[in-house]
């Protein structure tokens, strides 16, 4: 999901938010190498943020994305283009 996100931020010209800083992901280490770039992108465009749990942020790449999810990042990338 967040490749094809990643390409969609890019033909629509959506660029990174400011004033946010970035929170390194504690799951990192799942991250397969072809989403990495792309995890990086959707967070840096604040669509998706990963979870809070234990004072770190996690991104869960290996978990299932639920249609209520989907949902949400297709609004908030159709609100991101004005």
Not at 12 to 25: D, E, N, Q, R, V
Not at 31 to 58: K, P, R
Request: net charge positive; charged share 15%; no cysteine.
């Amino acid at each position: 999901m967040t490749v094809m996100l990643a390409r969609a931020i890019k033909l629509l010209h959506i660029t990174k938010t400011s004033g946010t800083p970035a929170k390194p992901y504690g799951d990192v280490a799942q991250f397969s190498q072809y989403a990495q770039e792309s995890i990086q992108t959707v967070t840096d465009t604040e669509l998706m943020q990963g979870v809070e749990q234990q004072g770190q942020f996690f991104f869960h790449p290996n978990l299932p994305t639920t249609r209520e999810a989907a949902a949400k990042v297709l609004y908030q990338l159709i609100k991101a283009t004005k």
